[in-house]
């Protein structure tokens, strides 16, 4: 069944992960720890009892039905959504609660929104400069010199001063992908980076975040596209109802879905 | 009727600029304390949040004369031997920041939750946030009921004329009691305010077109 005599993992030859090079990516020290972690909206019970370990250089794609609390575990991990109970640990510290010491450790996990949440009154070169100049107290040519390359790298170099309301809505979410590198951070968190796209649109996000997974970015992407999840992931965690109910590889995730809500929920997106 | 205005020019003009300062200097000291006092409204530190619900609720239902009152009968008596034009501005002052604040918070509210989320995410503190992401987004929304409350304050600020502070609503008494015909005086005196009020409404809708927000 093997494609290559040296790879000593059987691998459905269906599937296209060496393209993205994940095979050479071995799971580094754990960067984000969750253990046992709850919370609740009123009544709801969000998440129960999640535990999950996030490693260095690891891709973990979140998925499962709305209402299933990924989003939520996505905002957990930089503390906009405060936790009930169980602890989050990144790269060894505990997060904190609000204030200087939150702010420092938010300023190494950078998040994407699904609604961009570019800053409406700043330039897209602005959006981008702003975090390494007021919170890291960068020097202003050094910072505006990475941004140019940054916004070259997500391909809106030429847009970098106009302001978001003049982007289409997969160029400003590239500009929030670079206005998140900027900070050089430790892990990126993708909260639904394509849901709010135009079809025609998502590609061109998607191409950016695998760029950045083939480069070795620690991420975690809560999404509905199973492509992405198919090609960058190095581990699909399907969640229902506040718990993690399956977490296991793409490979045998999609083509063997334990639980019968996995299998549920593949069959309604995968054929249609 | 033009005599009015030829005979008592000095009077007059004594009465305008009384009114124009104590219209800059409260309306720069509200601006200010109100933005402060929506900070606290808005802060993540609960006792800050009860002072500024406190703050408001106290200052905006208490009539403004009683303020006048307290400020110019108790500073005395705690030893702040202020001019009376200083009482003034502190009363006139604490009363309209209470309603600043709850334009500028009324501001806050229009700027996306995202906004502020993703000023968060990228490590700024609370003060950064507001003050680099949030209220520049808030003013637009903010400017059009801060210019209802400034020209309130202007009309507001003729208290102060029983509190032997020269303004333009004062001159009036000194003006009828020379035999001038109130009408007259009166008409004038609006026409004082009108030019302040009138001119501070231009500003501010200039104001407002600068602070226009793309979405």
Redesign the interface.
Known sequence: MTTDASDTTPKPPVLTKSEVGKDAVHPGAPLVVLENVNKHFGALHVLQDIDLTIHKGEVVVVIGPSGSGKSTLCRTINRLEAIDGGRITIDGALLPQEGRELARLRSDVGMVFQSFNLFAHKTVLQNVTLGPLKVRREKADVVTRRAHELLDRVGVGSQADKYPAQLSGGQQQRVAIARALAMEPKVMLFDEPTSALDPEMINEVLEVMRDLAREGMTMVVVTHEMGFARSAANRVIFMADGRIVEENTPEEFFSNPRSDRARDFLSKILHH | MLEVIQDNWDLLRHGFVGTLKLTVVCGIVSLLLGTLIAACRVS?VPPLRWFGTAYVNLFRNTPLTLIFFAVALGFPKLRFNLSYFEFAVIALSTYTAAFICEAIRSGINTV?I??A??????????T?SLS??VL??AGRAAVPPIGSLLIAMVRNSAIASAFNVTELMGTSAEMVENGYKSLWVLLWIAVGYLIITLSMSAALAALEKKLA???
């Open positions: 993540p996306p995202g906004q989320e993703a000023a968060r995410s990228l490590g700024m503190s609370f950064q680099q992401i520049p987004q927000v793309v979405r």
